[in-house]
C-alpha cells in the first residue's frame, strides 16, 4: 500500500481528471438478505466476535461488520465492480452516542477499525481485477442527538448531546478507522452543522496525534423544499460553517431525490472552493418508505449535475443499489468534472 502523502495526491490527480464515482446505499443490501436476529447478533448471540448486550441487535447493521463480516465485504465488492472509485464503510452509527441504543457501546473500535479492513479487502479484491485505485472512505453519521436544537418543545434551552460529547465519540471513532487503515473520512448525513464541528475538530485531534492528515469528505442533508438544513442553515452557510477545514469535497446527500437537491447543490457549488460531491437517494420513498426510482432515472438526473459543471464526485445514498451506482458510473463518464474556483 502506498504512503498516505502519496495516496493523498493520487485521489486529487484522479479528482482532477475525471468526475469521481462514490457507492451506493448500504441499507438497501443489507435489507435484500433477509437476516434474523441470530444472524445479526451472530451465532444466537453468543460469538465471541462482540461484547454482550443486554438488547437486541436486529437493526443494528454496523455490527454485521463483525457478525457477517463476509457479506459486507461482498456488498463492498459489488459497488468496487460497479464503478466506484471510492467506498463507504459500514459504520455510519459507529459511536458510543449511536450504539447506545443497542447496548453496544464497547464494540465501537473494533467496528471501526474492522469495518476499515473489510472494506479496503474488497476494493484490493476489485483491484486485482481491474487495476484501478479505490479509496476506502471511513463512515461518520450524525448520531441520533442534536447538538444545536432542542428535543423538548417545552425547553428549548435544553441539549441531550454537548460540543464535547460528540467529539470525545467522534475522535473515539475517527482513531479505530484511521488504525483500519481508512483512506478518508466521510462526514456525512449532516442536519446538525455543531455536530458536524464537533466531528471535525474531533479528526484534526487525530491528525495531530497519528501526524497524518486524511482528506475530508463533509457532505450535508437539505431535509425540506424551504432549502435549509435542520438546524436551519441554507447551502451558502453551511460551506462557510465548514470551510475552515479545507475539506476534499463538500456536498449533499439523503433526504430528497436527485431533482430536488439541484438547486442546493447548484448553490454549494457556486460559493465553494474545493471539489463537490452529491449523492442523493433513488428519489423519493413511497408510502411503504420503500425507493423504487429505476437506475436509469437517478443517473439521468444526477447526469445533469455532471453537465452542468456542478460536480467532481457523485454517488447514491438511501435506495441506491450497485445498479443505479453503475448507470450513474457510465452516465457521467463523458462529462468533465466540474473546474474548481
Ligand atoms: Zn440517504
Known amino acids: 500500500m502506498l504512503d498516505i502523502q502519496t495516496r493523498n495526491a493520487a485521489l486529487t490527480a484522479l479528482a482532477r481528471d475525471r468526475i469521481l464515482i462514490l457507492d451506493g446505499a448500504m441499507g438497501t443490501q443489507?435489507?435484500?438478505?433477509?437476516?434474523?436476529e441470530e444472524d445479526y447478533?451472530?451465532?444466537?448471540?453468543?460469538?465471541?466476535?462482540?461484547?454482550?448486550?443486554?438488547?437486541?441487535?436486529?437493526?443494528?447493521?454496523?455490527?454485521?461488520?463483525?457478525?457477517q463480516p463476509q457479506a459486507i465485504e461482498d456488498i463492498h465488492f459489488?459497488?468496487?465492480?460497479?464503478?466506484?472509485?471510492?467506498?463507504?464503510?459500514?459504520?455510519?452509527?459507529?459511536?458510543?452516542?449511536?450504539q447506545a441504543d443497542y447496548g453496544m457501546e464497547a464494540a465501537v473500535h473494533e467496528l471501526n477499525a474492522q469495518g476499515a479492513r473489510l472494506a479496503r479487502?474488497?476494493?484490493?479484491?476489485?483491484?486485482?481485477?481491474?487495476?484501478?485505485?479505490?479509496?476506502?472512505?471511513?463512515?461518520?453519521?450524525?448520531?441520533?442527538r442534536t447538538a444545536s436544537l432542542s428535543p423538548d418543545v417545552n425547553d428549548p434551552g435544553y441539549r441531550a448531546v454537548t460540543f464535547d460529547d460528540l467529539r470525545l465519540a467522534y475522535g473515539q471513532q475517527v482513531r479505530g478507522l484511521v488504525a483500519g487503515g481508512a483512506d478518508i473520512i466521510l462526514i456525512e448525513t449532516i442536519f446538525d452543522t455543531l455536530n458536524a464541528k464537533a466531528a471535525i475538530f474531533a479528526c484534526f485531534e487525530v491528525f495531530a496525534e497519528t501526524a497524518r492528515r486524511l482528506p475530508l469528505m463533509i457532505s450535508g442533508t437539505i431535509t425540506d423544499a424551504s432549502g435549509r438544513t435542520l438546524s436551519g442553515q441554507t447551502p451558502t452557510a453551511f460551506w462557510y460553517s465548514v470551510a475552515h477545514a479545507r475539506p476534499f469535497t463538500v456536498g449533499l446527500n439523503c433526504a430528497l431525490g436527485a431533482s430536488a437537491m439541484r438547486p442546493h447543490l447548484a448553490e454549494?457549488?457556486?460559493v465553494s472552493n474545493t471539489f463537490t460531491c452529491a449523492y442523493p437517494n433513488a428519489?423519493?420513498?413511497n408510502a411503504f418508505g420503500q425507493y423504487d426510482e429505476s437506475p436509469d432515472a437517478t443517473a439521468a438526473q444526477v447526469a445533469e449535475f455532471a453537465r452542468d459543471g456542478l460536480v467532481n464526485v457523485?454517488?447514491?445514498?438511501?435506495?441506491?443499489?450497485?445498479?443505479?451506482?453503475?448507470?450513474?458510473a457510465d452516465a457521467v463518464a463523458g462529462h468533465?468534472?466540474?473546474s474548481v474556483p
Open 314 to 328: 457523485v454517488g447514491g445514498c438511501c435506495g441506491t443499489t450497485p445498479e443505479h451506482i453503475r448507470a450513474i
Open 268 to 270: 454549494l457549488a457556486g
Open 41 to 67: 447478533a451472530g451465532q444466537s448471540g453468543g460469538c465471541a466476535c462482540h461484547p454482550a448486550s443486554e438488547h437486541p441487535q436486529k437493526g443494528n447493521n454496523d455490527l454485521l461488520i463483525l457478525t
Open 30 to 36: 443489507i435489507q435484500a438478505l433477509g437476516l434474523s
Open 78 to 98: 459489488a459497488y468496487a465492480m460497479a464503478g466506484a472509485d471510492i467506498v463507504e464503510t459500514n459504520t455510519f452509527s459507529s459511536t458510543t452516542i449511536a
Open 283 to 285: 428519489g423519493l420513498p
Open 121 to 144: 479487502r474488497a476494493l484490493d479484491r476489485a483491484t486485482a481485477i481491474d487495476g484501478r485505485p479505490r479509496f476506502v472512505a471511513g463512515a461518520i453519521g450524525p448520531t441520533n
Open 336 to 338: 468533465t468534472p466540474r
